[in-house]
Each structure stands twice: as structure tokens, then as C-alpha cells.
């Protein structure tokens, strides 16, 4: 696949910061055993990866911004032009030695997402997509998959943890889902999951509440791939506001489906 110069850019980046990832991931599985724990070199490998990225992007286009998870808004002289970066998508995961993680770089042009890559340096997969361009995964063209009913479908999700999101009003949607499905899968990396999405490993993925960097680079990827992508209840997909719910055509209608009924069941329950 000859891949734009933009594109190229971008995965040149994503590949040299999962360069340093995967060699701080070998130090943080040795770091298991300590009484100490991983945690503060994690943030120094997740910092070391953001400075790769925005250090190769910048080179490549001075004059644009950035909105990254670590150094936040970067502004840019070019205001049509911004980098959505998370240099550690799956930290978690990270942190427990659990190969599950991702770079993940979206591209804004005019407040819409117009090329994305995700790259899992721990399973060698680059994830790319540009608008009108198509969605791939190491050079081979994606699809979302074609299953078309719920007892078939596996789909992706995240949950809340400690101190985030409704814990309550989830497990309505997860109760809901679990029964009409043949699974729901919570890997820890979001940017990976709609790529997992694009690739048809996954039906469909929902969580809410995501940031732009979590969700920038994942959206154009199932968009290319020919799945469809909202908000909740059918709402317009926003970046920026983060609420995710996507599959093919017949699965993102029917997981939609699916979690207005479990916040209807949640409305009954509690008034009555």
C-alpha cells in the first residue's frame, strides 16, 4: 500500500515511540517483582514515548498544534491543522505487563478526524486509515465484519473503575448486552478496540466518556472500514465529547438498541 506522506509521517512516529514502549515494557516486567512497582517508571516510558511523537510530528509540520494526554493543548500557528496524541493507550495493561497497548495519533483538520494510525508495538500491528483512503492493518485492507444478529456478536467495551464513570447505570448495559450476545470482551486500550472493530474482530465496541485522544485515530478506522460510529442514543459521534458506539451497519443499530433498553429498564427500576 503506498501510504500518503502524511500517513507516513505518522506511522514513522507511532513506530519509533512503540521502539522505546517495548523496551521499557521488558523493564516493567522485571519491575513486577519489586516492592516498589512499576508505576513511576511507567509514566516516565508514557512521557518519553509523547516526546518521541511530538519531536518527530513537529519536525515533519512546525506550525501545527497538538492535543496530547500528557502536555495537553500545544497551539500551532496553522489553526486548521491539530495532532491527537495518546502515546500510551492501554497503561493499565501496560503497567501489569499485559501486551495490550497502543500509540495512538489522529489527525484534526478543521475540527474533523481525517487520518489515524494505531500501533500495538507488543503484536507488531500498524493500524492506518485516511479519509476516503480505506482502513489497513500492515498493509492489508480492513472490513468490519459482516455477522448480522445478536447472539452471534462479541463486542467490545470499557468499564468504569475506581473513582470514574457510573458504576450503576453500566452494569444495566452490561446485563443487557451479556444476556443477548455471545460475549463482551474489556481489553483496556480503546484506540485498540475500534481498530479491532475495523479489522471484524470485534462487532461493535460502546463506552462512554472517552477523551479525543482515545477515540481520534480508532473513529477514522472503523469509518473507512465501512462501519458506522455515534454518539449514544443516535447522537452525532464528537471527538471531543468521547461517548462511543460502533460496528457495521446491522450491529451498531442493534447494540444502540441495546443500551437505550437497558436505561429504560434502569428509568423503571428506579421509580418504581
Not at 199 to 212: N, S
Not at 223 to 231: L, N, Q, W, Y
Amino acid at each position: 500500500m503506498a501510504r500518503s506522506a502524511l500517513l507516513h509521517v505518522m506511522t514513522q512516529a507511532a513506530m519509533k515511540a512503540g521502539r522505546s514502549l517495548i523496551r521499557d515494557f521488558g523493564e516493567v516486567q522485571n519491575l513486577q517483582v519489586s516492592m516498589k512497582g512499576p508505576a513511576d517508571f511507567v509514566s516516565n516510558a508514557d512521557r518519553r514515548a509523547e516526546e518521541i511523537v511530538h519531536q518527530e510530528l513537529s519536525r515533519a509540520r512546525p506550525d501545527w498544534g497538538f492535543l496530547m494526554e500528557e502536555r495537553g493543548v500545544v497551539e500551532g500557528n496553522d489553526p486548521q491543522h491539530r495532532w491527537i496524541v495518546d502515546p500510551l493507550d492501554g497503561t493499565t495493561n501496560f503497567l501489569h505487563g499485559i501486551p495490550q497497548f497502543a500509540i495512538s495519533i489522529g489527525l484534526e483538520r478543521d475540527g474533523q478526524i481525517v487520518a489515524g494510525v494505531v500501533f500495538n508495538p507488543a503484536m507488531d500491528e500498524l493500524y492506518t486509515a485516511e479519509k476516503g483512503g480505506g482502513a489497513f492493518v500492515n498493509d492489508r485492507r480492513l472490513r468490519v465484519a459482516a455477522r448480522k444478529t445478536l447472539p452471534e456478536a462479541l463486542f467490545g467495551t470499557g468499564t468504569p473503575f475506581l473513582g470514574h464513570g457510573d458504576h450503576a447505570g453500566y452494569l444495566y448495559e452490561l446485563r443487557q448486552i451479556m444476556g443477548e450476545t455471545s460475549g463482551v470482551r474489556r481489553m483496556g486500550a480503546a484506540s485498540l478496540d475500534m481498530a479491532y472493530v475495523a479489522a471484524g474482530r470485534l462487532d461493535g465496541f460502546w463506552e462512554r466518556k472517552l477523551q479525543p485522544w482515545d477515540v481520534a485515530a480508532g473513529a477514522i478506522l472503523v469509518r473507512e472500514a465501512g462501519g458506522f460510529i455515534t454518539g449514544m442514543n443516535g447522537a452525532k459521534f464528537d471527538h471531543e465529547i468521547g461517548d462511543v458506539v460502533c460496528g457495521n451497519e446491522f450491529m451498531h443499530k442493534a447494540l444502540g438498541e441495546q443500551i437505550a433498553l437497558a436505561e429504560r429498564k434502569r428509568t423503571a427500576a428506579q421509580s418504581g
